[in-house]
């Protein structure tokens, strides 16, 4: 079982797919570009984003009539992207964050 699989399974699956998409994405992206990449139908998607704005988690940027969708940059996203970015272990943070101890003789880690 992949870490954090737990969440993803009692998140609903759009809300998922769509974090991943904007959470690994460097840019900013149109409504049906990001329902494309997250393989959901656009009315789904639109009603998904808008849940996520109004919790802080999406940002919207309106350029004339296009919406830009991006992840907000605040306390909520930044717990959010250990999950839904591709290549973070949490575990490896630690750990390298533990090597700098003084004092520290060994890390035992349980459960994999």
Do not use: C, W
Not at 39 to 59: D, E, K, M, S, Y
Not at 85 to 103: H, N, P, T
């Amino acid at each position: 079982m992949q870490r954090f699989e737990i969440f993803e399974q009692l998140l609903d699956p759009t809300i998922v797919l769509l974090l991943k998409v904007l959470f690994n994405s460097h840019e900013e992206l149109y409504l049906r570009e990001l329902a494309r990449k997250a393989h959901v139908p656009p009315a789904t998607a639109l009603r998904t984003l808008r849940f996520l704005v109004q919790q802080g988690v999406v940002h919207v940027v309106a350029v004339k009539h296009i919406k830009l969708y991006s992840v907000e940059k605040n306390e909520k996203t930044q717990i959010l992207v250990r999950l839904f970015r591709k290549g973070v272990q949490v575990l490896d943070e630690f750990l390298s964050l533990v090597k700098g101890l003084s004092g520290l003789d060994a890390v035992y880690v349980y459960g994999e």
